[in-house]
């Protein structure tokens, strides 16, 4: 029998925080591909667009003006998807159309008075900026809900709208399905093992850095082994046991900013383009959780990107993947080495 | 307090199969959508095109020619993400490095050998054979495979790259993620009631009328109470217990067809274009699980489909949905209603 090879022999690998495997199918990236091509991103994106409504002192399209902000800015979103007074569902006797109230908030945070900068092409002290608006937020709204969820869409592929750098905030009065998920993944392996599972994963990935993307004093941008994204990474703490954001000291805040530029960079470099990706964080919850029993948990972010080829040929999540199985169509330690491999200075600013 | 109308109060549904939640916040249709247009779907496909590679007596990439086949035609993948004979992976020493082999079979199903028709605008008598084909590549490929998923990508939207009308078929010596969810929560009811889950579903679901989109003396397709794509579909047999596409009895196999062929039609003219979706069947695992303990399964279609608003504008499973938990825009009784309201005719044939 042939010896195995991940990069020819497609295998599964196993996911601990949601118990779900993908199937790892590397020799696939060989398969032409005359699909779909995403469009390229908008180019000359205007710095101050007076029509955008993001940006500071333009009018958004329930009759507000923004401020004249200089760093970032927080509004309750127009269109929420919760909202904190909705009444409970009735009701019903067939336990097959179970419903259940759902209450919260959504937010926009804008991370920059500019609609031409993104995070990677930010001032790391204005980065900085960004991270200490999200712990305010999960310090403020985690007072009282149980979950706060700070997310990205990046770019059209992405569902974004809006090229103005900025991000959403949506808290809610019950815990996500998918951090059910881990949270359940991490406690079961805190019990087993007295350790926080991605406290030992940070450690292993570092000692092993076949998977490492960048890394710095306090923090490391893995492509996590059970990836089904094809150049996602987790953005994890190395050194200690960190709940939330509102956690970090300003050391660790800086060396977020830092790394989260050079993961960022890596990834626009890649194919010269202003990478898309859904990005959010996971800490522990909040609210009634915030008088303990969560030590399970480690702060840690996700970004999934879905390019796969080039800039206009993305991977779809489609058919097997949603009836069956995740597949995808390089190892992860393929995808860390071409980030490792990609310059470190952003290409916009190469080219100056 | 407000009275709860589930068109103006978000809430969450409890999918009884996945055991995860959606979050539906139906007042968020009333935002604006300024965001990606997908482009329309290839305009006048021809007949035969002797370049294409699924046509008959066409040369595939590999070097193949196909027969000159006039209903349908199975081959293998060219670029299988699953293969028989694959290595095991050799055992990691630490639990966070799980990988486990994965072997099996990929093959490509052409449902006619023209390339400018789709199931519905196909005759009944020829879906009924795309129905008796899909029998017996359960039945050929479950002979020794415990799972044998058949799923059809429609449309470039969903990574299809080729018009001409197919679908997938990939066996594996594992059950995949979603079949292992489905397979407890089918397990855990019947145990409990001693009757098939997705039996008394279709059953309730046929006395309460609201989220039928069509129906039939043997089959009903419903928006799930817990749907969580737009206008997502399931196919469910009303009448009686049935494992696999390998019992259904000939009457039920025309019927299935004909509701097929309906249920397609609607989808084709909610937005008058060819409906993008990504389906596939579901039915009680095989090879070694042919000797029984699956008799808590209730085989079962669930059609995908992105579309939102129109033709152009899709729904994005991004952010929230990937970092949190799933969210949609109208309820399922709404889509179910709109589903319902449109013509029986296909507009491609009232054009005529
Ligand atoms: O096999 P195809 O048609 O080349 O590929 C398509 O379907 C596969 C199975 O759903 C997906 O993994 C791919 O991302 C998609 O592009
Ligand atoms: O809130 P937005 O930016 O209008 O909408 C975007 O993000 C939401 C949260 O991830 C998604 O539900 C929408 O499908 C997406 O288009």
Redesign the interface.
Known sequence: ????D?RE??????N?LTE??V?V?A??M???????QE?PPQQHVPRRDPLNPLGPGNTR?NGQVNPDYESTFVFDN??????P??????LDD?????????RGVCQVMCFHPWSDVTLPLMRQDEVIKVIDKWAELVEELGSTYP?V?I???KG???????PHPHC?V?A?N?L????VLSDRSQKAFYHRHQEQ?LL??AN?EANRQERVVVQSSDWLAVVP?WATWPYQTMLLPRRRHILRLTDLTPDERRDLADIMKRLLTKYDNLFQVSFPY???W?GAPTGPHLCGGVDHWQLHA?Y?PPLLRSASVRK?M???E??????RDLTPEQAAERLRNVPDEHYKNQKK
Do not use: I, T
């Open positions: 029998a042939a010896r195995f991940p022999h497609q295998h599964l690998r196993f601990p779900r495997w199937l199918s020799h696939r060989a398969r032409p591909w005359a699909g779909q469009a399209s127009d269109f929420p998807a919760l909202q007074d909705a009444p409970d569902p009735p067939d336990s097959l159309f179970q419903s259940k109230a759902a979950w969820q997310f990205e869409n059209a592929m992405m569902g974004c709208s809006n959403q949506w809610s019950f996500p399905n998918e951090v599972l030992r994963y292993q082994y859904s990005m959010g996971h996700h999934y779809f489609v058919g097997y949603m009836l069956a199985q995740e597949q």
